[in-house]
C-alpha cells in the first residue's frame, strides 16, 4: 500500500471533506505561516490531509480522512491585526481517501495546529459490480428528480439537472467516483458522510450511497406530502399553530448544538443566540410548551397498562390533539392532564422506586432508629412513644408481608412452561408432565403484579394546643422515610375542598387530598389531617365531615373518588394521621374510624427539659445568640411556667423564653456598643467589665427576681387557701387544658325560703350537680345529725335560710359533673360546721343514691393539685387505674390518694373519720325495675 508524509489539517466537528468535494475553513496564523511556506518552496500546489475529529469534546482523530490540494490562503487584510486567533482562510480540495494508521497518537499535537503524519492511499483491486451501479443509478435518479421539482431556485435546478445528466452518462468503473461527488453536494447528515468516508471497497462505497439517497428521497417527499396537507386542509390558526411547533423545534436544537459547541465559551455576549446572554426561564413559551407536552406524554406512557388511570389519560390526550390550541376546552383538557399525569399512581409505581419505599422498612434496626428519633423530638410521653412503637411494627410487618406476597404472584407468573420436559412431583416423588400451555393464551410481558394494601388504624391524637401533636406526625413520617403533607381542616365547610370540584365548573381544580398526594409524588406519603374537630358539618356546600368517611375508612379508602380526576385514586398506602382538641364536636362515624390517642400535657419538670433541649436553642438561635451569652435558672424558668405560662403545652412558655432572650439580646448589644465590641464574639474577660469606657454592665444569667423587669407582672399569684366552714377545694380542668384547684363556697342567707342559689357562670351539667347535692344533704340530714327527724328540712329548721354556692371567677364558664363530691362536703361543712382541711382537694361525679363516678382529667388535676401543695386527695375508686398509669411517680410519692365508691367513704376521708355522725339504723334497699 503506497504511504506518504503529510501535513495533517484537523477538521472539527461537523466538518467533513470528501473527494471531489471543496471546503473552506479558518486557520490560525501559524498553521497560515506554515502553509504559505510550503506553497513558496513546492513547484506545485502542496497536498495536505484533512482528517474529521468524530465528536465535539474528543481529542482523537479519525482514521480515515482525505487527501486534499490547498487551492487558495487568504490573508487577512492590512488593517486587521493578525494576532486573532482565526485571521487566515484556507481552501481545500478534495483528491482521494487515506487513511491514518496512528491516529490516537496525534492528539498530543493538537495545539500545534498543524504536524506531519506517515498516512496510506488504499487502492480498490475489485471493479465495481454493474447490479451495485444500476441500483446506484437508478436511486441517484430519482433523489434528484425530487431535487428538482422540489428546488424553487433556478441556479439550483440547473445544477441538479446536470447532476442527472451526468448520472445517466456515467459508466460502470466511474460510478464510485460520481457517488463523491453525489454525497459532497448534498446536504446529508454528519455521521452518515463519516461512515461514507470510511468505505474503502468502491460496492460498500456505492451501497452506503445508495442507502442514503433512498433515506434522503423519503425524507423529500414525507415534507412534500406534509407541506400539501397543510397548505389544503389545516385553518390559518392551526398553521400558525404547526409553524411554531416547528420554530420551537428548530430553536431547541439550535440550543442544545450551542451548548455542546466548544466554542461556545468564547461566542459573543452580544450574540443572541449564544448560552451566556442574557436569558430567563420566562423566555420562550413555545419551547416550554413543547417541552411540557412531551413530559405530559412521558407520564401517561410511564402508566401502567390496562389500569383506569391509563385508559382516561389517553382518551383525554386524543381529544387535546384535535382540539385548537387557542380553544378554552384545549385549557381545561391540558389541566386535567398535568394533574393525571402528575399522580403518583401505585400501579405505575416501578420495581426500582418500590424497592426504594421500602428501603426504610427492611432495615433490621428500623424500631430503634424509630425510638431514637421519637426521643430525639419529643421529650416525655412515654405512653405516646409506645404506642407509636407499636403503630410502625405493626406497619412495617403487613408492608414487608404485602411485599413478600407480591413477590411471590410475580414468580407465579413466570413458573408457566411451554415444553413437555418431565418435571418432580414434591410429594410422590414421581416424575409428571407439566400440561402444554399454548404460548398465545400468554402475555408478551407479565402483568404488574399490584401489592396488597396495608390496611392500618387511623390515630387520632387528641390535646390541648402546643402538647406536640403535630411534631408528632413529622416523626413517623421521619421514622418511615416517607414525604410528610399537612392538611389544615380548621374552617373547612365546602365539601369540593375534600372531594374536589367537578370539571365542568370555572377555575375547578382537585381536592386537599388530590393535591397533598401530587405535593408528595409517592403513593405512600403521611397526611397528617390536622384540626379535624374544627371541621364544619352539613350545610347548603355540603358535608365535609361526612367526605371525610371515605378517605379514613380502610374498606373504602382503596378507590377514593374526587370529582375532579374522575379517576378511583388508591389511598390505602397512605398514613393518615388526626389532631384535635376535643372529641365533643367530632361526629360519630368520623370518630368510628380513629384510634384515639390522648395527649394530656406536660408536667413542670418535663416542661423545663423541654425548653433546655428545644425552646432555648431555637429562640437563641432565631435572635442572634449562643448558650455563652446568656443562661437561665431552672428556677426562673419553673417561674415562668407556674405564673405565667399555665397551659398543657410549651407555646406560651416558648414565646415567654423568647421575650427574656429578646431581653437580654438588646443588653447584649448595648453592652458591646459600649465598650466598642463584636457583639458576634463571646463575652469578655472580668477585667474587661471593668473598664471605664463601658456605660453598662452585662450579666448573662436570668434569675427568678429578675422575671417581673422582663416579663412584667405575673398573671398568676399563689391563692392562700384556709380552713373555714362551707369552704372545700376542687379539682377542675381549665380552658387551656390545664388542671387547677377551685374553692367551692357556700354561705347561708338569713331570712331565706330553702332555696338555693347558684353564680359563678356555670352551665347546665354543674348546676345539675349542685342540685343533686342538697338534695342527697337534705335527704340525709337526719342521718348526719343535721335535723332531729326525718320529716325536717335542714334549709328550714331551726331558721329558714336559703344556700349560696359560688364557684370564683365568675368570668370564667364552668360545666361538668366532676365537682359533685366537692359540693356535697361544702354543703355538709356549712350545716355542721365541721371544716375541710384546705390541704385536701377532691373530684368525682355524684348520682341520687350517694354514688361517685369517675371522671377525667385526672393526670392535669392531680398535676394541678401538685403545684398547689396538696397534701391529700379523694377521687372515685373508677380512677385508680388513671392515677398509676398517667401520674408520675415522684408525684404519686409525695401525695396521698384516697379512691372512695360512695359519699359516706367521701365524707369520712374529708372530715376524717367519726367528725361526720352517720346513723346506721336504716338499711338502703336498690331498686331493680
Same mark, same amino acid.
Given at each position: ?18 473527494? *471531489? ?38 481529542? +482523537?482523530? #479519525? ?14 487584510? !492590512? ?19 487515506? #487513511? ?109 450511497? *445508495? ?23 389545516? +385553518?390559518?390558526?392551526? !398553521? ?29 455576549? +452580544? ?26 406524554? @412521558? ?83 412515654? !405512653? ?119 370539571? *365542568? ?53 382503596? +378507590?377514593?373518588?374526587? #370529582? ?20 365533643? *364536636?367530632?361526629? @360519630? ?58 397551659? @398543657? ?31 458576634? @464574639? ?82 347546665? &351539667? ?29 334549709? !328550714? ?15 370564667? %364558664? ?47 388535676? &392531680? ?21 398509676? #398509669? ?9 401525695? %396521698? ?33
Amino acid at each position: 500500500m503506497p504511504t506518504s508524509t503529510l501535513f495533517i489539517v484537523p477538521l472539527s466537528f461537523p466538518l467533513i471533506l470528501l473527494p *471531489t468535494g471543496r471546503i473552506t475553513i479558518p486557520i490560525r496564523a501559524t498553521v497560515g505561516e506554515v502553509l504559505l511556506q510550503l506553497i513558496q518552496e513546492s513547484e506545485a500546489q502542496p497536498i495536505v490531509a484533512a482528517v474529521p475529529i468524530p465528536a465535539v469534546d474528543s481529542a +482523537s482523530l #479519525h482514521e480515515w480522512g482525505c487527501a486534499a490540494r490547498v487551492v487558495r490562503i487568504v490573508r487577512p487584510p !492590512k488593517g486587521v491585526a493578525r494576532d486573532g486567533q482565526q485571521p487566515y482562510l484556507l481552501t481545500l480540495h478534495g483528491l482521494s481517501r487515506i #487513511h491514518l494508521p496512528d491516529a490516537e497518537g496525534a492528539q498530543d499535537h493538537f495545539e500545534d495546529g498543524i504536524f506531519e503524519r506517515i498516512v496510506e492511499y488504499p487502492q480498490a483491486t475489485i471493479p465495481p459490480t454493474p447490479e451495485a451501479a444500476s441500483t446506484f443509478k437508478a436511486t441517484a435518479a430519482r433523489l434528484l428528480d425530487r431535487l428538482i421539482q422540489d428546488s424553487a431556485s433556478d441556479t439550483k435546478k440547473e445544477f441538479y439537472t446536470k447532476l442527472a445528466g451526468m448520472v445517466d452518462d456515467v459508466q460502470i468503473q466511474r460510478a464510485p467516483w460520481l457517488a463523491d461527488l453525489l454525497i459532497s453536494s448534498l446536504n446529508a447528515e454528519y455521521t452518515d458522510k463519516l461512515d461514507f468516508l470510511s468505505a474503502f471497497d468502491v460496492n460498500d462505497r456505492l451501497k452506503r450511497a *445508495t442507502e442514503m439517497f433512498i433515506k434522503q428521497t423519503s425524507i423529500s417527499e414525507v415534507s412534500k406530502k406534509i407541506a400539501q396537507s397543510i397548505d389544503e386542509s389545516l +385553518s390559518r390558526q392551526q !398553521k400558525e399553530f404547526f409553524l411554531r411547533q416547528q420554530r420551537a423545534a428548530i430553536d431547541r436544537e439550535l440550543r442544545s448544538i450551542q451548548r455542546s459547541s466548544p466554542s461556545q465559551s468564547r461566542s459573543s455576549p +452580544s450574540d443572541p443566540t449564544s448560552s451566556t446572554g442574557s436569558t430567563s426561564e420566562l423566555d420562550d413559551d413555545e419551547q416550554a410548551d413543547a417541552a411540557d407536552m412531551a413530559d405530559i406524554r @412521558a407520564k401517561i406512557e410511564a402508566m401502567a397498562q390496562d389500569s383506569e388511570e391509563r385508559k382516561t389519560a389517553v382518551r383525554e390526550w386524543r381529544r387535546l390533539r384535535r382540539i385548537p390550541a387557542g380553544s378554552v376546552e384545549h385549557g381545561v383538557i391540558r389541566n386535567y392532564l398535568e394533574w393525571l399525569a402528575a399522580m403518583p399512581w401505585p400501579a405505575s409505581v416501578g420495581t426500582v422506586e418500590a424497592d426504594r419505599l421500602l428501603r426504610a422498612l427492611r432495615d433490621r434496626e428500623f424500631l430503634l432508629k424509630a425510638r431514637k428519633q421519637l426521643d430525639i423530638d419529643h421529650y416525655g410521653l412515654e !405512653k405516646i412513644k409506645k404506642r407509636l412503637i407499636e403503630y410502625l411494627a405493626v406497619v412495617r410487618l403487613k408492608e414487608l408481608q404485602a411485599e413478600k406476597g407480591a413477590r411471590i404472584a410475580q414468580e407465579g407468573h413466570e413458573l408457566h412452561k411451554t415444553d413437555d420436559t418431565p418435571q418432580l412431583d414434591a410429594n410422590s416423588g414421581a416424575l409428571v408432565k407439566l400440561e402444554k400451555i399454548d404460548p398465545t393464551s400468554i402475555h408478551p410481558t407479565p402483568p404488574r403484579i399490584r401489592r396488597k394494601s396495608t390496611k392500618g388504624p387511623i390515630l387520632l391524637f387528641v390535646g390541648p394546643p402546643g402538647t406536640g401533636k403535630t411534631s408528632l406526625g413529622q416523626s413517623i413520617a421521619r421514622a418511615l422515610d416517607r414525604p410528610f403533607q399537612r392538611i389544615s381542616l380548621g374552617g373547612v365547610r365546602d365539601e369540593a375542598e375534600i372531594r374536589g370540584h367537578r370539571r *365542568t365548573y370555572v377555575a375547578s381544580s382537585p381536592g386537599n387530598i388530590v393535591q397533598a398526594l401530587r405535593k408528595a409524588g409517592r403513593p405512600d406519603p403521611v397526611i397528617l389531617l390536622d384540626e379535624i374537630d374544627k371541621i364544619a358539618h352539613n350545610n347548603f356546600h355540603g358535608d365535609p365531615a361526612a367526605a371525610l368517611l371515605e378517605v379514613l375508612d380502610p374498606e373504602q379508602n382503596h +378507590s377514593f373518588h374526587d #370529582h375532579y380526576i374522575n379517576v378511583p385514586v388508591d389511598l390505602s398506602q397512605v398514613l393518615f394521621i388526626c389532631t384535635s382538641n376535643t372529641l365533643e *364536636t367530632i361526629a @360519630a362515624p368520623l370518630l368510628d374510624r380513629c384510634e384515639i390517642v390522648h395527649l394530656s400535657g406536660y408536667t413542670y419538670n418535663e416542661k423545663i427539659h423541654i425548653a433546655r433541649r428545644f425552646l432555648i436553642p431555637k429562640q437563641l438561635q432565631a435572635n442572634a445568640l449562643t448558650s455563652d451569652h446568656l443562661i437561665i435558672q431552672d428556677t426562673a424558668l419553673l417561674h415562668v411556667a407556674t405564673h405565667y405560662t399555665r397551659e @398543657a403545652g410549651v407555646r406560651s412558655l416558648e414565646r415567654a423564653v423568647g421575650a427574656i432572650i429578646r431581653h437580654k439580646a438588646v443588653e447584649w448589644a448595648e453592652y458591646c456598643d459600649s465598650i466598642n465590641a463584636d457583639p458576634d @464574639a463571646s463575652i469578655p474577660a472580668t477585667t474587661a467589665l471593668g473598664k471605664e469606657t463601658a456605660t453598662k454592665i452585662y450579666n448573662k444569667s436570668v434569675e427568678k427576681h429578675d422575671l417581673e423587669r422582663i416579663l412584667g407582672i405575673a398573671r398568676w399569684e399563689e391563692e392562700e387557701r384556709e380552713e373555714r366552714r362551707g369552704l372545700v377545694y376542687g379539682l377542675v380542668v381549665t380552658g387551656m387544658g390545664e388542671g387547677d384547684v377551685m374553692p367551692v363556697e357556700t354561705s347561708p342567707v338569713p331570712e331565706g325560703s330553702g332555696k338555693l342559689k347558684l353564680t359563678g357562670s356555670l352551665g347546665d &351539667v354543674i348546676k345539675e350537680s349542685a342540685d343533686l347535692a342538697l338534695d342527697w344533704v337534705k335527704a340525709r340530714a337526719y342521718d348526719l345529725y343535721i335535723t332531729k327527724s326525718r320529716s325536717q328540712d335542714p334549709l !328550714k329548721n331551726p331558721d329558714s335560710i336559703d344556700v349560696h354556692l359560688h364557684l370564683p371567677s365568675g368570668a370564667v %364558664k364552668k360545666d361538668g359533673p366532676s365537682a359533685g363530691i366537692a359540693m356535697v362536703c361544702a354543703f355538709v361543712s356549712l350545716l355542721t360546721g365541721a371544716c375541710v382541711s384546705s390541704d385536701i382537694a377532691m373530684t368525682g361525679e355524684i348520682t341520687l343514691r350517694g354514688r361517685v363516678g369517675p371522671v377525667g382529667g385526672i393526670k392535669e388535676k &392531680v398535676l394541678g393539685a401538685h403545684r398547689a401543695r396538696i397534701t391529700k386527695v379523694i377521687m372515685p375508686w373508677g380512677n385508680r387505674q388513671d392515677v398509676e #398509669h398517667d401520674v408520675p411517680l415522684e408525684i404519686r410519692q409525695q401525695m %396521698k390518694f384516697v379512691f372512695v365508691r360512695t359519699l359516706e367513704e367521701v365524707l369520712e376521708a374529708a372530715f376524717g373519720k367519726r367528725v361526720i355522725g352517720q346513723r346506721r339504723s336504716d338499711v338502703l334497699l336498690e331498686s331493680r325495675l
